[in-house]
């Protein structure tokens, strides 16, 4: 039977401790998630512990809370007793920490709080269809994330291709400035980690930059996008695709702020970078685990066919509303062809549904310069077919459309604006 290692028999004794930690009064047992407890338990030498617990603090398992001595927690453990992700990982002093689980209870927000959250009163989340409704809890875990100081929390938006993770991430980089939280003329640093995947070096080199002679081709220092997003949001789509290079890159910018350029082996370079990443897979198969367990908010949208039926409405509506503000066209819809884009399946979710309109819109665009019409008529006969077959197994739901949609004629006009589209379509409650 194998015996276990030496790092296996310090974490056990550690996670075995925490179980037993109380976050109502955390002092109370730390001496047994010191360095000096754990060698009494293990006969392993203090030195080799603390190397051992640094291992773990760098592979994210391991918390530590600064001070004579130091304490350590195990994370998941610790996650479990407190039914909550961990925030950080890492705390100045026994009071921070203890501050972080037993939260001031305000009878009323702090008046900088206030200003925040005034100031940002108006960003693009309010726009969002469903921000009342199903996004309203991914919005709030959003903006807790930009607000939480001192500059906020890395992200991580999961779902499915086309459920707009990249416009929830702009909707997060607006909230950012208008809250104050990044300066009103910081931009959006955006980068797809599928681009160049093949080509590791030059990934590295377009993220963090390099240095002259760093590789074939090399002829200046050139900076990355990481300095290019220096006190601003970096938003990385496709994180899946980075390799574990550039993973292990990030985590050290997130863990400390450092990084260095390609070619660079003595200077290190600090920037203060919020991240917002986003993948279509799962991330604990896809990114290391070091990585992805710094990532301390994770949101996971939720695809078309979770949405209700009036969000589903008001997505169709909108489309076919950029299409006549597009176009600049009068576009008239039947109830029916309303109803088939509202039920079909669209396994890509709001892109798909996005492009399905276009491609509608663009079929009947032909007929209408054919026949010389002022408006744009949409028809069955410009449906995909399979959408259409959609009409004949929508069964109760499209009953449950004739309660949100007014009996009018459809005519989307493009001189309205969105709201003046869904105040004459759409029956509020």
């Known amino acids: 039977m194998r015996q276990p290692l030496r790092k296996e028999k310090i974490y056990q004794i550690l996670s075995t401790e925490t179980s037993h930690f109380n976050p109502k ?8 998630l010191q360095i000096g407890y754990i060698s009494e338990k293990t006969g392993i030498s203090p030195n080799n512990i603390s190397m051992e617990l640094g291992r773990l603090f760098a592979e994210g398992l391991v918390m530590r809370v600064r001070g004579r001595p130091v304490t350590y927690l195990s994370i998941p453990v610790l996650e479990k007793v407190l039914g909550t992700p961990l925030l950080s990982h890492e ?21 900088d709080f206030c200003t925040e959250l005034n ?25 807790a994330a930009i607000l939480y100081p001192p500059h906020g929390l890395d992200t991580l938006l999961t779902g499915p291709t086309g459920v707009g993770k990249s416009h929830f991430a702009h909707s997060m980089f ?42 074939t081709g090399a002829d200046t220092d050139k900076p990355g996008l990481v300095e290019l997003a220096d006190k601003s949001i970096l938003f990385l789509d496709e994180i899946h695709r980075l390799n574990p290079e550039g993973q292990e890159k990030l985590f050290f910018l997130m863990d400390q702020g450092i990084f260095q350029r390609l070619g660079e082996t003595k200077k290190v370079r600090h920037a203060t970078v919020l991240l917002i990443c986003a993948t279509t897979e799962s991330p604990q198969s896809s990114m290391l685990s070091t990585f992805f367990r710094r990532i301390p908010v994770q949101i996971k949208l939720p695809p078309l066919a979770e949405r209700s039926v009036a969000e589903r409405l008001q997505l169709v509506l909108f489309f ?14 039947d109830r029916k062809i309303i109803s088939t884009f509202v039920h079909y399946d ?84």
């Open 119 to 143: 100031a940002a009163a108006m960003s693009e989340f309010d726009s969002l269809i469903g921000c009342e409704e199903s996004l309203k809890a991914h919005i709030e875990q959003a903006k």
């Open 91 to 111: 705390f100045p002093s026994m009071g921070e920490f203890y501050n972080y689980l037993n939260p001031p209870v305000y009878t009323t927000l702090p008046s």
């Open 25 to 32: 009064n955390p002092e109370s047992n730390t001496e047994a």
């Open 174 to 215: 607006d909230f950012a400035k208008k809250s104050g939280r990044i300066a009103p003329e910081a931009a959006l640093v955006t980068y797809n980690c599928a681009s160049y995947a093949e080509n590791p070096q030059l990934v590295m080199s377009q993220l963090f930059g390099h240095s002259k002679g760093a590789f």
């Open 346 to 429: 669209c396994p890509n979710n709001i892109g798909q549904l996005s492009t399905n309109i276009r491609l509608t819109c663009a079929n009947a665009y032909y007929r209408h310069l054919l026949l010389k019409k002022d408006y744009l008529e949409i028809e069955f006969c410009n449906l995909n077919q399979n959408i259409a077959l959609s009409l004949f197994t929508a069964g109760g739901s499209s009953k449950i459309l004739d309660t949100l949609l007014k009996d009018v004629p459809i005519k989307i006009n493009s001189t309205f604006t969105l709201r003046d589209c869904f105040n004459r379509y759409l029956i509020t409650k």
């Open 320 to 333: 076919f509303w950029k299409e006549a503000m597009n176009l600049k066209k009068e576009i008239r819809i």
